[in-house]
């Protein structure tokens, strides 16, 4: 993907629905200071050439019963593209990952898996990342407390 050259009007735009993405273009444009066909065009555009990937709800984890999350390190037998790219296949199945990550390092892989706890990990171990192709080893670590999340990147 090509470098998208952003303004100051763009950057000014995605703060704001990096903080509200459900603002109406009325509100948004009024924020930005633009005309409501501008800043519409202004959106329009930054969606189509991919700078706004997509829209989506940050849940609260608590109340719908995941609160713990556990980073799993997985080395796996090969490095061989084929084994990756089937890997990467499966593991994006189980729907407690919310992301895994190619590593440089010990490991070749971070998943952050998400549970209601250490017996509902155990679940997930025996049926999801056990069962994973090509992993030599696992290694798991539960986190004690979230410190903090981004859901928005600073545009400077």
Not at 19 to 44: F, G, K, M, Q, W
Not at 55 to 74: C, D, H, K, M, Q
Not at 123 to 129: A, G, N, Q
Request: charged share 30%; with cysteine; glycine share 4%.
């Amino acid at each position: 993907m090509r470098l998208i050259d952003l303004d100051a009007m763009d950057r000014a735009i995605l703060a704001t629905l990096q903080r509200d993405a459900r603002i109406t273009n009325a509100d948004l444009a009024e924020r930005v200071h633009l005309s409501p066909s501008a800043c519409l065009r202004r959106v329009r555009r930054l969606e189509r050439d991919g700078v706004i990937d997509h829209y989506t709800a940050v849940l609260n984890r608590e109340a719908i019963g995941l609160p713990t999350s556990v980073f799993v390190e997985i080395s796996l037998a090969s490095q061989r593209e084929d084994v990756l790219d089937e890997f990467e296949d499966v593991v994006m199945r189980a729907p407690e990952v919310m992301s895994c990550h190619l590593m440089a390092g010990a490991a070749d892989y971070l998943v952050h898996v998400v549970c209601d706890g250490v017996e509902d990990y155990e679940r997930i171990h025996r049926s999801h990342l056990a069962q994973l192709p090509h992993v030599n080893r696992l290694r798991s670590s539960f986190a004690i407390r979230n410190v903090g999340d981004r859901s928005h990147i600073s545009l400077g």
